[in-house]
């Protein structure tokens, strides 16, 4: 029912910067939050940045001062814009929306298909 299109993946060298979308679509009744998370190999996966309905933001340690989440809410639609990248920012990124339908009582979390990431020379 809800679908993620996520773009802007790709192949950057270190140090350089990547934006990445993702828009929500479907039977969504509300969105709550939108975020992305990424997991490496071997790596469990890690929750990159969030932003919720009122605009406040949360990023992991790892990225800060180096990502910006941002959002248009009339396109559903979340951004990540990554600056200064490193090879450990390689992964596969997913963007998520926090949603749910309070006539149902109900919450969800989805999750896109993911778009690789790499930092490399």
């Known amino acids: 029912q809800v679908q993620l299109v996520e773009s802007g993946g790709g192949l950057v060298q270190p140090g350089g910067s990547l934006r990445l979308s993702c828009a929500a679509s479907g039977s969504i009744f509300s969105i709550n939050a939108m975020g992305w998370g990424r997991q490496a190999p071997g790596n469990a996966r890690e929750l990159v940045a969030t932003?919720?309905?009122?605009?406040?933001?949360d990023y992991a340690d790892s990225v800060k001062g180096r990502f910006t989440i941002s959002r248009d809410n009339a396109k559903n639609t979340v951004y990540l814009q990554m600056n200064s990248l490193r090879p450990e920012d390689t992964a596969v990124y997913y963007c998520?929306?926090?949603?749910?339908?309070?006539?149902?009582?109900?919450?969800?979390?989805?999750w896109g298909q993911g778009t690789q990431v790499t930092v490399s020379s």
């Open positions: 932003i919720i309905s009122g605009g406040s933001t």
């Open positions: 998520y929306i926090d949603h749910g339908d309070p006539y149902q009582a109900s919450a969800f979390r989805s």
